[in-house]
């Protein structure tokens, strides 16, 4: 009986036989740079594909991860919850206001002498206050145009998205939500409260009161005006966005605190109203879908 051959003899006498992988088959793919980058440049069946499939790039490394590490848990929550700064102003001074409802009336009461709002004359301070009420007369229109202009450009529809963006800012929030407001709370204005000469009584923001009929204090109308002028920076390029608004910002803030001066309305009115459209403004500003490419 013949011994069969060593296993090396077997594998000397059949120097062809090799045992090869399926190779994987990889297809050209684009993905971002500032992430990773895909070498493989077209369909190939070669064994060395699956090696050298993905590499990252050197040079690049994704800028979350270099500065996620530095910034503290309270930076990364709110910069990925845009709600959540106006959201927590509007909550820690709703608690001050309604905990200390005699602050409204302390602040009010440094810009009277006796019972008369001693700065409500001033012709600076009344320029500005008709300035406030014309932007909307300038802006909205201005809207309106762009919104059906439609230019033949490949950025018309997010030309149109902003200027619906600063529309619905001014009309769901200085007016629709700050007029239901008004007329829920029904809050008496600084100047017709008894403290100050009225025949009213003082109510605390927050408290629903049966004080005005109509174009009552709580918010304040022009404030939320004020706040909303802010929407027309989606339209600033976003490398000067954050100076346009470094300089806009303080401007709208000294616009609505303008009101608590002619003693047409409370430091709560005129706080929460800014907050509550600033809220709104954000919220509209991640559903619309402007904080991708806007």
């Known amino acids: 009986m013949a011994k ?8 000397r006498s059949a120097p062809n036989c090799q045992i090869r992988q399926p190779p994987i088959k990889i297809c050209q793919t684009t993905i971002s740079p500032k992430r990773m980058v895909l070498v493989q440049t077209s369909c190939s069946a070669s064994n060395d ?25 309270l930076t990364r929550y709110v910069s990925s919850h845009p709600l959540a700064a106006p959201g927590i102003v509007i909550i820690l001074s709703s608690m001050v206001f309604v905990m200390f409802p005699q602050t409204d009336m ?8 006796g019972t008369r709002f001693y700065l409500s004359d001033n012709p600076l301070l009344l320029l500005i206050r008709d300035a406030n009420r014309l932007l909307p007369c300038i802006v909205l ?28 800012s001014y009309v769901l929030g200085s007016a629709i ?15 017709d409260v008894i403290e100050f000469g009225g025949t009213m009584e003082f109510t605390p923001a927050w408290q629903v009161a049966s004080m005005c009929e109509r174009n009552c204090s709580f ?28 300089l ?8 609505a605190l303008n009101r608590v001066v002619f003693g047409a309305h409370f430091l709560s009115d005129v706080v929460l109203g800014w ?8 919220w509209l500003y991640a559903k619309m879908g402007l904080n991708i490419g806007g």
């Open 4 to 11: 069969s051959p060593p296993v090396q003899a077997r594998a």
């Open 49 to 73: 594909v699956n090696r050298r499939a993905f590499q990252k790039a050197p040079s690049e490394v994704p800028l979350d991860a270099s500065t996620s590490g530095r910034s503290d848990p």
């Open 106 to 113: 302390r602040v009010s009461r440094f810009f009277t002498f």
């Open 141 to 168: 229109p201005i809207m309106v145009v762009l919104m059906m202009a439609r230019p033949l450009k490949r950025s018309a529809r997010l030309m149109t998205r902003r200027a619906l963006f600063v529309l619905l």
């Open 177 to 191: 939500m700050v007029h239901l407001f008004k007329n829920f709370f029904a809050r008496a204005r600084p100047q």
């Open 219 to 246: 918010p304040s109308g022009e404030a939320a005006s004020a706040a909303a002028f802010l929407s027309v920076l989606v339209f600033v390029p976003n490398a000067y966005r954050k100076y346009v608004a470094a």
């Open 248 to 255: 806009l910002v303080p401007l709208s803030m000294i616009v």
């Open 275 to 282: 907050s509550l459209v600033c809220s709104l403004m954000l």
